[in-house]
Every structure is written in C-alpha cells, then in structure tokens.
C-alpha cells in the first residue's frame, strides 16, 4: 500500500490551475488520429499542449501535422495492434517531448454482426484492437507517470461497455473490460498522482460509424434512443475528455464519464 501524502494539486500536468483546462505546456500523447482523437488533438493544441499523435494512416498524421497557425502535433506512425507497439510508441514519445504528462486513447473498430457469426480470429482481431492496444500503451504510460510521480491517462470507451446492443459482442466486450481494466489501474496508481478514467460517448457521428448510420432508417432508430433528440458529434467529446486530463480533475479517478445526450438513462 502507498502511504505517500499527496495534495490535491499536486504532479499535475504543467500549467497553472487557474488557466481553463490548465494544459498549457502539458505534453500529451493522442493515440488514434480519426474521428474523436483529431478533434482532441486539435483541442489539445487549442489549450496549448504539446501534443504527439499516432496512427497507422499517414494522410490522418499529416493533416494534424499542420495547424492553422503554422504549428501541428508532432506524429509517429505505427499500428499499435502489434506486440510491442505500445510500450515503443509511449518511449519514442516521451524521448521526443522530454517527458508524458497525459495519454489518450482513441483506437478502434466496430463489426456490427450477431455473435453466432464470428470466428474466434475475428473476435480476437476486434478484441486485439481496442482493448490490448489499450492496455500496451497504458501501461507503459502507467510505468512512466508513477516514476516521474502524476499524470493522466483517459480511455474512450463507449455506451456499448455498459448496455447490450445487439450486433455488438466483441465491440461490447472490448469496451466492458476496458472499464474494468481502467478501474484496476485507477486504484494500482492513484497513490503516485496517476489518474486513469474513461470517456463513454453514446452514438456520435465520426468516420467510424458513417457507414452504418447511411443504411435505411438506422439514423432515425438510434435518434430515438437518445433522450436528447439528436445524435452527438465528435466536438462534443473533446471537453470532457479535456476536463479529465487537467488538473480540475485531480481528484477523479476510476470513473467512466457518459457523454451520450441521456441514452443510458432509458
């Protein structure tokens, strides 16, 4: 058990509490660069962080390579779902920045099928991807920040982790144990200023699920589903996960936060 007394504030990342989200100067590992992780990049920037962003599609790395004020993220391409990617990803990152005050990490795939569909590689490549590369990079990340003594990590999970859509199995079972892990890392590394949460989005519109929602009636189905009335977009995630990885959210970890317009609520 760890008996080392922390405050509140204390090895967040750099950057005064004061200054909304308080990221300034923080250096920021974004893992996925479609969808939600180039929208967070951007919001990372926008507050002044260092960022280093990773995918395995070079036209998405470039794109975030250029800001609109002449300055983007530093990039690093790779495809974490082979062993070993993680932990070379999180070390060439850290070389290069001097240091990781957060990770976050957006890689995955949905395969909208019934379970009797699936073959056991299938499964495994579905599983392979969100979940162990989550678990890769997390730890190597988990590995740094407890020695250096604080940091953030935040994982996007979804609804999917915590109601039982159907065509969803090896999706649903990638994002529930990617809770249960996030839980586990959360209480292992709490007392060395590591904070570990999760970020749920409900049906949002990103690269990810423009096919599916372009079938007949399927956007009208799932928008009835959702007490807000509408689906959400990939702009509405980046402040929550903002939040998480600031100071403001020292004190919060093992948490899945829902950002979902109402649809766990029904």
């Known amino acids: 058990m760890c008996m080392t007394d922390r405050s509140a504030t204390a090895h967040g990342p750099p ?19 479609g969808g939600i992780g180039a929208e967070c990049v951007r919001g990372y920037l926008g507050a002044g962080a260092v960022v280093t962003a990773v995918d395995r599609d070079p036209a998405r790395l470039d794109a975030l390579s250029r800001g609109p004020d002449g300055t983007g993220a530093h990039t690093l391409a790779a495809d974490l779902a082979e062993p070993g990617a993680g932990a070379e990803t999180v070390r060439r990152a ?63 999970s979804s609804v999917s982790g915590h109601l039982a859509h159907r065509k969803h199995g090896p999706y649903a079972a990638s994002k529930g144990g990617m809770n249960q892990m996030m839980r586990v890392m959360a209480a292992e590394w709490a007392c060395h200023g590591v904070t570990v949460n999760a970020v749920a989005p409900g049906y949002v519109e990103t690269p990810l699920t423009a096919a599916y929602l372009a079938q007949p009636g399927v956007r009208e189905e799932l928008v009835r589903l959702v007490p807000a009335g509408r689906l959400g977009t990939a702009a509405e995630i980046v402040g929550p996960i903002l939040f998480l990885s600031s100071p403001h959210a020292a004190f919060i970890t093992g948490h899945v936060m829902y950002v979902d317009g109402g649809r766990t609520l029904v």
């Not at 950057?15 to 660069?33: E, H, I, M, Q």
């Open 94 to 156: 850290v070389e290069a920045m001097g240091g990781l005050d957060v990770l976050l990490h957006c890689v995955g795939v949905n395969d909208r099928r019934p379970i009797l569909d699936f073959t056991e590689d299938e499964w495994d490549r579905v599983l392979r991807t969100n979940l162990s590369t989550a678990f890769g990079a997390a730890q190597a990340a988990g590995r740094h920040m407890v020695e250096a003594g604080g940091g953030r990590i935040v994982l996007l």
């Open 15 to 33: 950057g005064a509490t004061s200054d909304w989200p308080g990221l300034r100067g923080a250096r920021v590992l974004v893992l996925g660069a």
